[in-house]
């Protein structure tokens, strides 16, 4: 059975408190996740088994041991990753268009989470592979991936809270007359489709802000911010209002200029689960995205192109 190490240190503010209190209310760590520690793993301070009524002193050093409840299956394969941030619980990672997240039944291997792995078993890490956000194949980008259990449910709830800010540039076809606005329309499957969304009053809640950057030659430049994550949700919300981004041909773009969609995660921001400290990251438009822009906008820059 694998195990992961998830590690703490109290300070003043933590001084008398109980390892529990300090675990729960502090830290989040969720109520699963610490009986799942006290019966299936270990916890420690200064490296002496303890009990979760104690009480802690600053400088204590807590370490909660947890079983991986499932084994990782997926295969290691070696492969370049541009990794832009690191530490014991988060990665945040520059996805290349054309790169699979994690491994299906049409691509068992070469993706995103086989590459991950490898890094990991080379580093003597046994983890999971986690993806807080997921990138379409062929959508190029930031990822976010969470190390631990810990530190997925903290993004989780940054999620449901809406404090994981994301944001995207993409070109769609078609001259949007207004500057801003907002798609507010439910996502589901089409009919007689495993693949393709549409919009549909049965589907899930789908929300996404909009900002034109520059309008050019039959395109706009966009700023995306999604406020619910759906599967392709900005391609069918862009599709609905009658501007298909450029290259999605799945739903109505276009391949003649670029040869996938044209949509690039290019910024994230969220406060740090442990260290509580903003992090923002910002990624720019790979090589196909950029030809695009210098064709069809030549007037750039137009706008300026900082947080919605």
């Not at 379409?136 to 530190?151: C, E, F, R």
């Not at 507010?184 to 909009?210: C, K």
């Not at 950057?213 to 599709?239: N, P, S, Y």
Request: glycine letters at 8%; one cysteine or more.
């Amino acid at each position: 059975m694998q195990e992961e190490l998830i590690r703490f240190t109290a300070d003043e503010a933590d001084e008398g408190q109980t390892v529990r209190e300090v675990l729960q209310k502090r830290y989040g760590v969720s109520r699963r996740l610490l009986i799942r520690a006290k019966f299936k793993g270990t916890i420690t301070r200064n490296g002496t088994l303890v009990f979760v009524n104690e009480r802690l002193q600053a400088g204590d050093e807590l370490a909660v041991m947890v079983d991986i409840e499932e084994e990782e299956t997926v295969a290691p394969e070696e492969m370049p990753l541009c990794i832009r941030y690191e530490d014991e619980d988060l990665m945040v990672i520059a996805k290349p268009a054309g790169l699979v997240v994690h491994p299906t039944g049409n691509h068992p291997g070469g993706t995103l989470a086989n590459g991950v792995i490898a890094y990991w078993k080379k580093r003597g890490e046994a983890r999971r592979f986690r993806a807080v956000n997921r990138l379409d194949k062929d959508t190029s980008g930031l990822m976010i991936v969470a190390k631990n259990q810990w530190a997925h449910e903290q993004f989780s709830r940054m999620q449901q809270d809406r404090t994981l800010h994301r944001y995207y540039q993409a070109i769609a076809e078609g001259i949007i007359a207004s500057e801003e606005g907002t798609i507010d329309a439910p996502i589901g499957l089409a009919e007689n489709s495993f693949i393709t969304r549409q919009i549909r009053p049965d589907g899930q809640a789908a929300v996404t802000h909009y900002r034109v950057l520059a309008r050019g030659d039959g395109m706009t430049f966009l700023e995306l911010k999604l406020a619910t994550g759906r599967t392709h949700q900005i391609r069918v919300h862009m599709q609905s209002i009658g501007h298909s981004l450029a290259g999605d041909d799945l739903y109505a773009g276009g391949r003649e200029h670029i040869g996938r969609q044209a949509l690039h995660a290019a910024r994230l921001s969220f406060v740090h689960p442990r260290s509580k400290e903003t992090m923002a990251f910002a990624e720019p438009l790979p090589d196909d995205m950029q030809a695009l822009l210098q064709k069809f906008f030549p007037a750039l820059p137009v706008h300026d192109k900082e947080g919605m």
